[in-house]
């Protein structure tokens, strides 16, 4: 890994990743989360969204968080969440 990777910290910022407990959603969630950042699993798979935070968040010694989100396709009604 080189210095300037070393040196990249997300410490205490959030993101939010849309379709997050899919394959790509949680490589992503889990490099957020290895630089510090709490990485928010937004899918319409509540469980699997809430279960692949929880193991983030114990992978990483950080935080993660799994939430139920439906996002719309652009140019249509805003994102909802429950
Ligand atoms: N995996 C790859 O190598 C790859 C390569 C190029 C492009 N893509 C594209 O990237 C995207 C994600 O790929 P992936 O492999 O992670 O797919 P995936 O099927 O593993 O994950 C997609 C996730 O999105 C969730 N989802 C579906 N509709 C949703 C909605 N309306 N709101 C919120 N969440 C929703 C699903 O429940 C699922 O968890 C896809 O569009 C795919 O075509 C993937």
């Known amino acids: 890994m080189s210095a300037a990777r070393l040196d990249f910290s997300l410490k205490d910022r959030v993101a939010i990743i849309t379709g ?4 790509l959603g949680v490589r992503h969630a889990e490099a957020i989360a290895a630089v510090g950042g709490i990485p928010v699993l937004a899918d319409i798979r509540r469980d699997e969204a809430e279960a692949r935070a929880a193991e983030i968040a114990h992978a990483s010694a950080g935080k993660a968080l799994g939430r139920c989100w439906r996002s719309s396709s652009p140019g249509s009604d805003a994102w909802t969440s429950s």
Do not use: C, K, R, Y
């Open 20 to 23: 997050g407990a899919g394959l």
